[in-house]
């Protein structure tokens, strides 16, 4: 396969996964009834923060891929994390587990960072175009957290 079919298998997949998450979310999406600190984000910044860190994702994997870098390992840590990224979705929206969902999103953390760390060895634009996503997620479990306690 070409680079540019690398990449844009690469950039799909995450959006897919957060498109079809985004899909099942929709008759549970609870939001803008929770109580929120005051530093919680408008609903509407949510998709477009999310499509940007999907594409962000993609082409850091699509780096990777093109160039032959990828390991068994990368590949493990990567998919891993998109499918714990996903969970946690369904776990704060759907079932509406709260403190579960952040100790959940403390592992994504987690993942996140040794993802980082795996793909910067192996490409550094590819590793620090993961820290957007790694700043997000942090700020989300303060958010998440903060969620539970006021609603609670």
Do not use: C, H
Not at 7 to 17: E, G, Q, R, T, W
Not at 25 to 43: G, M
Not at 66 to 75: E, F
Request: hydrophobic letters at 60%; proline letters at 5%; glycine letters at 6%.
């Amino acid at each position: 396969m070409n680079k540019i079919g690398i990449y844009i298998k690469s950039i799909f997949l995450p959006v897919l996964i957060g498109g079809v998450v985004g899909i099942i979310l929709s008759q549970f999406l609870d939001y803008n009834s929770l109580q929120k600190p005051f530093f919680a984000p408008p609903s509407i910044v949510f998709p477009i923060v999310w499509t940007f860190l999907y594409i962000l994702m993609g082409v850091s994997y699509g780096i990777l891929k093109s160039n032959d870098l990828t390991t068994p390992k990368i590949n493990f840590i990567y998919f891993l994390q998109l499918g714990v990224n996903a969970l946690w979705s369904i776990f704060f929206f759907v079932f509406e587990w709260r403190l579960f969902s952040f100790f959940w999103i403390l592992l994504l953390i987690f993942l996140v960072f040794v993802m980082i760390v795996n793909f910067y060895e192996k490409n550094k634009i590819s590793g620090l175009l993961q820290i957007p996503y790694l700043i997000w997620i942090i700020f989300a479990s303060f958010l998440n957290l903060a969620i539970y306690l006021l609603n609670n």
